[in-house]
């Protein structure tokens, strides 16, 4: 079975930096997609970033500049840095992928920061950013 583990979570004060970590298991590396979202007390969920198969990726533009997504196939993690954050990026945040039966995934703007799509979840973790 296919299972995402977030970590990393937590509170921190405006300007500060968290780490969100993504335990992947199941997954074939050649054919997912990753990716994170957030979802805000009562917004929907929308995505940060995502990356293909290859290590193409797109941020929203909420999240260029401070965030950085990466992935480290080794040990099966993927990785959200995020530095100078503000209080509205407080939310839960979830780890997300998608598999192809063959060929690569690759990650486009037109779709991949958007809920639909995307089949597996983590459970999600909270991210608190006060002043």
């Known amino acids: 079975a296919q299972v995402l583990v977030e970590s990393g979570g937590g509170s921190v004060q405006a300007g500060g930096s968290l780490r969100l970590s993504c335990t992947l298991s199941g997954f074939t590396p050649k054919r997912r997609c990753l990716g994170w979202f957030r979802q805000p007390p009562g917004r929907e969920r929308a995505g940060v970033a995502a990356m293909g198969s290859d290590g193409d990726i797109v941020y929203a533009e909420s999240a260029k500049g401070g965030f950085t997504l990466s992935v480290d196939n080794d040990v099966e993690t993927l990785q959200l840095q995020m530095n100078s954050l503000k209080t509205d990026d407080s939310a839960v945040y979830y780890c997300?992928?998608?598999?192809?039966?063959?060929?690569?995934?690759?990650?486009?703007?037109?779709?991949?920061?958007?809920?639909?799509?995307?089949?597996?979840w983590g459970q999600g973790i909270q991210v608190t950013v006060s002043l």
């Open positions: 997300a992928a998608l598999t192809l039966g063959a060929g690569h995934c690759y990650v486009k703007p037109s779709w991949s920061l958007h809920r639909d799509g995307w089949t597996y």
